[in-house]
């Protein structure tokens, strides 16, 4: 799995980018076929929520975005953790769920 960051120079903090990466890396181990993840980290405007952490996961060809704003980076990254993996369980969820009708062209 790739995993590209692309953050303000100096705003965002060593630790906060070491667990965003050992996040998605254990969130890989669960589930092989994550091919890559992007993570933004932005500042928008001067409100207080202006901190905004988007993460982008590429599965089988398909992609899976969320983004969320806090205070600080720091509870924008957790934000967007929990939301990321609550999507990705529910892709494997649905993934390895039976097809409602079962064709067969076998005729018995």
Known sequence: MNIEFHMPHG???EKIVKSVRDNLIKMYRSYK???RAEVYFKEQGRTER???CEIDLTIYGSSVS???SAVSFQ???AKTLKAIADKVNE???RLNQPPDIITSTVRV
């Open 50 to 52: 202006n901190k905004f």
């Open 11 to 13: 705003r965002v903090t």
């Open 75 to 77: 509870q924008a990254t």
């Open 33 to 35: 076929n994550i091919s």
């Open 91 to 93: 892709q494997i969820d």
């Open 66 to 68: 969320v983004q969320r």
